[in-house]
């Protein structure tokens, strides 16, 4: 009796033995970057090609690191907010502000409400921020179904880590992203269209959650047309997006606007808001730089949307996902800072039309 038993056991675990291998190389792998903290090689460069889901990271390394930054002044946003180097707003901020990028992929409105109150939970104040809110986040929705823009646990309560595992070890089931994590240099063109697989592995610097491209932006700066080749802005080219027939702020969109500014007075906050251009994108609608005006302040939201020099040259950008070039970033946060200083639009960086 008891042979035919061991015999069932040990068929068991062998028949169990791949799927506990599988999950042993996804715990020690850890390809989204969510049970180990994000590495850096000796470039500086993130170790691992494949995309992190930014949000996690953003949480994850405020938790690893505020004992010994005690964060104060943080950089809201979406993967647009990127590019708003720490170093470029220092010089705006008290000389011991600790500044820390929390972003997060296709951020929502929601999201940066999860993360403030996340923020003020663990007893941090916010003392400064710089939001960074792209037309279209007014009319995104959190898109909690998916590996690279899940919330994180601890900002919205909804998903238990069991959850949370067992989404992103389903999507690594993936057989392509298993090559690519094996195989680095094994490219898929399906993951990189599906924004899993990074082309060009970004700079990072860990303890300000600030990821860039230094060669890139080096390359950029000396001599533009060796990486804006005929080429790239042929296949980075987008067609032109008409413009909304309704405004994006409705009464729910006011209300999560109306929260985020309740949220900043309550920190006492000193913060500034940009609204980015993004390539071949229709302005702001007026009635939404009202509304946005009307909660903030006149001197709080600075709207770039539709500065034709940005939105109408792919050469200010990094991608197709039109990601501003950081030397851009830089001078919208001059424009901004030196309009809410001088209160005028008529500054020398960027004029309206």
């Known amino acids: 009796m008891k042979e035919p038993i061991k015999k069932f056991c040990f068929r068991t675990l062998l028949a169990a033995l791949p799927v506990f291998l599988f999950m042993a190389l996804y715990v020690i792998v850890d390809p989204f970057h969510i049970i180990h903290p994000v590495t850096t090689d000796a470039q500086g460069r993130d170790s691992v090609m494949v995309s992190n889901n930014a949000g996690f990271t953003s949480i994850e390394t405020y938790l690893l690191h505020d004992d010994q930054y005690h964060y104060d002044s943080f950089i809201f946003g979406s993967s647009m907010s990127q590019n708003f180097k720490a170093s470029y707003w220092k010089p705006y901020l008290d000389s011991t502000a600790s500044i820390l990028h929390l972003d997060a992929s296709m951020e929502t409105l929601t999201g940066i409400i999860n993360k403030m109150r996340f923020l003020n939970r663990h007893g941090t104040t916010i003392k400064n921020a710089l939001i960074v809110i792209e037309a279209e986040m007014l009319g995104r929705r959190p898109l909690d179904d998916d590996i690279l823009h899940t919330q994180h646990p601890a900002t919205t309560g909804a998903l238990n880590w069991i959850n949370v595992h067992a989404r992103f070890f389903n999507a690594f089931r993936n057989i392509d992203l298993v090559k690519q994590t094996l195989l680095p240099s094994q490219h898929s063109n399906g993951l990189q269209q599906e924004g899993i697989i990074n082309d060009i592995a970004p700079n990072r610097v860990d303890h300000l959650n600030e990821m860039y491209y230094a060669e890139i932006d080096s390359i950029i700066a000396v001599n533009p047309s060796k990486f804006f080749t005929p080429e ?122």
């Open 232 to 353: 790239r802005l042929a296949k980075h080219k987008r067609a032109t997006l008409p413009a909304a027939s309704q405004p994006a702020i409705d009464e729910a969109v006011e209300a999560q606007l109306m929260t985020i500014k309740h949220i900043l007075d309550e920190n006492h906050s000193r913060y500034i808001i940009i609204i980015p251009p993004r390539a071949t994108y229709p302005q702001l609608k007026w009635h939404d730089q009202w509304v946005m005006r009307a909660i903030f302040g006149e001197d709080k939201v600075h709207d770039f949307s539709g500065v034709p020099e940005l939105v109408n040259d792919q050469r200010a950008y990094y991608d197709k996902a039109a990601h501003l070039i950081s030397a851009k970033c830089k001078l919208l946060l001059d424009s901004a800072y030196y309009e809410q200083r001088h209160h005028s639009i008529n500054n020398p960086y960027y004029k309206r039309h």
